[in-house]
T-cell receptor, first 109, second 116 residues
Framework: GQNIDQPTEMTATEGAIVQINCTYQ??????LFWYQQHAGEAPTFLSY??LDGLEEKGRFSSFLSRSKGYSYLLLKELQMKDSASYLC??????????WGAGTKLIIKP | GAVVSQHPSWVICKSGTSVKIECRSL??????MFWYRQFPKQSLMLMAT?????????EQGVEKDKFLINHASLTLSTLTVTSAHPEDSSFYIC????????????FGDGTRLSIL
């Protein structure tokens, strides 16, 4: 079956760095997305990886290893506004998105 | 950039009412749109894939007669929750893939449906 695993909840300190991991098992693979979702709001797009390696975009970076079925989202210089859920989603061979349950990130002062 | 507009953003109505939610792609054409449902503190659950000019594809366990989907044009899909009951209260979100290959999903702002 198809499956996405990511931690349920993480806590980090303002100004620090946090890494949110995601492992996936899908029927075929056409890329991996990370989305941020604040409570009561729709998700917003953060990153897309289809090739192995690290993609950096400001304070956020996303890494992919296709051979390991693994990705992570790295958030640097954490701010209080980064408190949100982070959703990992893989695109399978039919271009259907398979969603993880999301990681709730709590930022403490 | 690509924008998806969803309307209404909030609905409160009595049990037995039918509610229509609209999802529009504002500056691009979307032959496919997706409808999700999200309960508090849970991830997105795909309900159905809306296909322009043809029938929607429903996920297992989603009642077709309960959740009517119409994708009448390349920029509009509608979800109608028929004879809504309190258990249908949820956050409904639509999305459309951006133009081009392997583009991210662009989400509407969501519709919070509360059935009394």
């Amino acid at each position: 079956g198809q499956n996405i695993d990511q931690p349920t909840e993480m806590t980090a300190t303002e100004g620090a760095i946090v890494q949110i991991n995601c492992t996936y098992q899908t029927s075929g693979f056409n890329g991996l997305f990370w989305y941020q979702q604040h409570a009561g709001e729709a998700p917003t797009f953060l990153s897309y990886n289809v090739l192995d390696g690290l993609e950096e975009k400001g304070r956020f970076s996303s890494f992919l290893s296709r051979s390991k079925g693994y990705s992570y989202l790295l958030l640097k210089e954490l701010q209080m506004k980064d408190s949100a859920s982070y959703l990992c989603a893989a695109l399978d061979s039919n271009y259907q998105l398979i969603w993880g349950a999301g990681t709730k990130l709590i930022i403490k002062p | 950039g690509a924008v998806v507009s969803q309307h209404p953003s909030w609905v409160i109505c009595k049990s037995g009412t039918s509610v229509k939610i609209e999802c529009r792609s504002l500056d691009f054409q979307a032959t496919t749109m997706f409808w999700y449902r999200q309960f508090p503190k849970q991830s997105l659950m795909l309900m159905a894939t809306s296909n322009e000019g043809s029938k929607a594809t429903y996920e297992q366990g989603v009642e077709k007669d309960k959740f009517l989907i119409n994708h009448a044009s390349l920029t509009l899909s509608t979800l109608t929750v028929t004879s809504a009951h309190p258990e249908d209260s949820s956050f409904y979100i639509c999305s459309a893939p951006g133009p081009g290959d392997n583009q991210p999903q662009h989400f509407g702002d969501g519709t919070r449906l509360s059935i009394l």
